[in-house]
């Protein structure tokens, strides 16, 4: 002990009481942090969000999925109007021309986030009655496309779901997300689970790499029969039919021909809210609706 002073009892019982150690492991935060842990957080993320939609009475989604870059009208009007500006101060300039480019399809797409809001609007307002929470709008909770989504039921006075996630961009949920439904989740997995693990229907509408994902996994887990079939429906034909050739995979005998009925291809909400009734509700007569879809509990 040469060197080194010994603390005084009343000093090592501070050092006991302000040691790590000392922490009730489920207030540990850097314990729960250690690699060690991850299976403890994956059922923490899995038990959270679960617990919660149990307490809110939500007893089904329809999923939104779609990309975050696609703005409103007018903002993408704006955007076009600044690039276009750009570009003619910078002729010359090859990213002012991509600017330019880009900020006119995008204007073009903006269809679809006024396409994805009449759909969730039009859901929200028919199936969150009678104290039910039937075919809630789910989104990633991020912007574009699924601030579309719960823009709609938020307009509609329902409620709606968002499953953020933690990425270096698009971090915030949007601000339409019912606030006791919005989850921020760590792991993929878990949030890809949760996204369908309630789901009548997914959406897709046009999106990049995640929105592709979502629906290959999507169509991978009905196709093997990991998950009930529901309707998967792709809003935007020229998008989706120019980006996939689907009839090229079924000729080279990659998927079978009958995989090509797992999904089907749409141009309009009023489209995919009509296939999601069709593939959910027996023949009923004309302007009736089923009593799932209204949330009747006879």
């Known amino acids: ?39 403890v957080r994956l059922q923490l993320e899995l038990l959270k969000a679960e617990m ?13 999925f779609g990309s975050a870059r696609t703005p ?23 990213e002012a021309e991509r600017e330019l480019m880009v900020a006119t399809n995008l204007l073009k797409k903006s269809r679809y986030y006024e396409e994805a809001h009449r759909f ?6 028919q199936c969150q009655a009678g ?61 890809k689970m949760h ?12 999106g990049g790499f995640g929105t592709l994902d979502e629906l290959f996994e999507t169509l991978t887990l009905i196709q093997t029969g990991k998950m009930k079939a529901i309707p998967v429906v792709l809003v935007g034909r020229e998008f989706w039919n120019r980006l996939v050739n689907w009839e090229y995979l079924a000729a080279e005998g990659v998927i079978s021909p009958e995989d090509l009925d797992l999904f089907t291809i749409c141009e309009t909400a009023e489209e995919a809210w009509e296939h999601i009734l069709r593939f959910h509700a027996p023949p009923t007569p004309p302007g009736e609706m089923t009593t799932e879809i209204m949330g009747s509990s006879g």
């Open 195 to 206: 996204l369908l693990l309630r789901a009548k229907a997914a959406v897709f509408f046009p």
């Open 52 to 64: 919660l939609l149990q307490e809110e009475g939500i007893e089904s989604v329809i999923v939104l």
């Open 72 to 94: 409103p009208r007018e903002e993408a009007e704006a955007r076009v109007t600044a690039a276009s500006l750009r570009f003619r101060e910078r002729p010359d300039d090859r």
């Open 1 to 39: 002990m040469t060197g080194k002073t010994r603390p005084t009892p009343h000093e090592n019982l501070r050092a006991i009481l302000d040691s790590p150690s000392y922490l009730r492991a489920y207030e540990d935060l850097s314990l729960l942090h250690r690699t060690e842990l991850r299976p």
């Open 131 to 191: 104290g039910r929470h039937l075919y809630v709008i789910c989104t990633g909770g991020g912007p574009g496309i699924m601030e579309a989504g719960n823009r709609g039921a938020f307009d509609a006075g329902a409620k709606s779901v968002g499953m953020n996630i933690t990425l270096p961009h698009e971090q915030a949920p949007n601000p339409y997300i019912t606030p006791d439904l919005c989850f921020q989740f760590h792991y993929f997995a878990i949030r």
């Open 120 to 125: 969730a609007r039009t859901v929200s307002e």
